[in-house]
């Protein structure tokens, strides 16, 4: 049984560098961020070491595993994954898995609808429509695998939009072109708070998703059972690159 405010310790190696968090419920007590040109293999364990001195606790006393999990990388997610999974089982404590466009929504703040983007090679982009409040995020579309272009025109129709996420950021001239012929304004806001009332807005780019993994997934825990580590599972959305050269 969970406690009302449960030690977190969130992992987020779906994105480039990825992030490591440990929160007490919803206040975060220590982050650390990877470095984007090291694969996570080689950085996670001295992240997460790092993340557990800096809020002076013990892997003992962590009560709930969360990770991201997917979609995103496939090499980053199975290191992420396998490394929660392994250390919820060893302590024998609960494990959440938090799809990486929820964190991404999250990371942008309250809205009606955000559309989360983050690259998934080939040019191509992961994406997913999503209602934000509070740690509640609520699904409004299925996550799809599109080109820029058709995951923009999946949502042309929308006059108010928060675009989250890396994939948005590198699509930013694309969505600043299309939005000109639907008479849509067009914002790049400075923080994530802010209220998107008409238009179409880009938010700030996030660095450090594990503590917005960590805040859903305590939220999640509360409402229901925890998931334990046998259940974590990857959201790929799309067919592995080797997957695809052998079809």
Known sequence: MLTSDPLILGVETATLGGSVCVARGDTVLATATGDPKLSHSNTLLSDLRACLSQAKVSLNDIELFAAASGPGSFTGLRIGLATI???????????????????????????????????????????????VSGAEVIELDEPAH?????????????ETIKWAGSGAHANQALIRERAGPLGNRFNVSAAASYAVLMGWSLTPEQCNLASDVAIIANLRSQRGTPGTAEALTAVYVRPSDAELKWK
């Open 85 to 131: 999974k392994g250390l919820a089982a060893t302590m024998g404590s609960p494990c959440v898995g938090i799809p990486t466009l929820h964190a991404v929504g999250h990371a942008a703040g309250d809205s009606t609808a955000t559309v989360a983007l983050l690259p998934a090679g080939r040019g191509e982009v992961f994406v997913q429509l999503l209602a």
């Open 146 to 158: 599109l080109s820029p272009e058709r995951a923009i025109e999946r949502y042309a129709s929308r």
